[in-house]
């Protein structure tokens, strides 16, 4: 390349200066869009950090929420366990019986807790005084593995919670959290951060179900709920709790008519045939006319076996004919064991014997 001023050539260390000028002018505006680029996508990394961030900490509140209700409930249930303590301390308490009573208790439950006391009298004397306080049991808790039940989950802690607490379904609902690990608090966690959890506890039962029931289990089940059938020797009230346990699972938007309906298709014949078919009839009323169709059931066979004459084998069957042939001689070979007719040589099939009588 080169310049031209006034028709004059350009000395030659000049475009070179103007060469070099070119290309370090090219390189800086390709160095700029770069820098153009690279700010640009650390801005929509940064952005992405921050959205992380923000539902860390509220995922972080979460946990301090749940924790704060756990601590709670533990010093609720301290307080309480205290309360009773000092009750049964101040209440006088009889020497003989406790020792019955603790020879008594079951060797099958946990070592109880001694707590003594000594009481003065108004003589001096000292009079020791034990009570007996059964250790809690452990309330139940759920993972979300898969070989974890969560209908079994859900009413055992309903009835854990009613037991030791007295708590309700909605205070059940709000404190439900303190008894999720794992996969499963991870999923509460996301309900809570989303806004979706359930505002009664039916509705948050079929949420739970459907998270943490595993295609193989639904499977199962359904397989299950196919071939459920009540047993010839099976009492009514047995099948239905073994069929209302695969009907909650299987079917949980209906009602109990429609499990009555169930009931109906599912019974054996011969109760079916007694019970009849009702229109609007309750489960404990069918269960009642089934009870009864099994007793009149039960009657009728036993009236038919004591009915039933007693048969004894007959004594006029004599016992086949034997003949011992050890001994005999065959006729046609001359040899022992077995008699002409049965000889197994060509010459009994040509020749024709007298038999051996």
Known sequence: MSLEH?????????QILYTQHNSLQAQITELSSKIIKTTTATTSEMDRLNEKMTNLQEQVEGISISTDKGVRAL????????????????????????????????TTMPPPIHISSTIASASTSHLQHTV???????PPTF???????PLHFLVKL?????????????????????YLLATAFEWYTQLRISSSVPHNWSDFQRKFIQQFTSPL?????????DQCRQKTEEPINEFIVRLHTLWYEQKPEENESHLVKH????????????????????????????????QLIFQ????????????????????????DTRNAECWACGKLGHYASTCRQNVVSNRQYPKND
Request: no cysteine.
């Open 217 to 225: 289990r639904s499977a199962q089940a359904k397989q299950q709920w």
């Open 6 to 14: 006034d028709n004059k050539p350009v000395p030659e260390h000049l």
């Open 75 to 106: 010093s609720a249930q301290f307080e309480d366990s205290m309360r009773e303590l000092r009750h049964l301390i101040s209440r006088p308490t009889n020497t003989e019986e406790l020792l019955t009573s603790q020879q008594n208790a079951p």
């Open 132 to 138: 007996l306080i059964q250790p809690p049991t452990p």
């Open 300 to 323: 009728r066979k036993k009236q038919a076996v004591d009915a039933k004459p007693a048969t004894t084998p007959s004594s006029s069957l004599s016992a086949p004919q034997w003949r």
């Open 143 to 149: 993972s979300g593995l898969t070989s974890e039940k």
């Open 263 to 294: 009931v109906y298709e599912k019974m054996t014949p011969e109760v079916l045939l007694l019970v009849g078919v009702h229109e609007n009839i309750s489960l404990n009323h069918l269960m009642t006319k089934a009870q009864q169709a099994e």
């Open 158 to 178: 309903q009835q854990y919670t009613e037991a030791m607490y007295g708590w309700n379904t909605d205070t059940l609902l709000r404190n439900i959290s303190d």
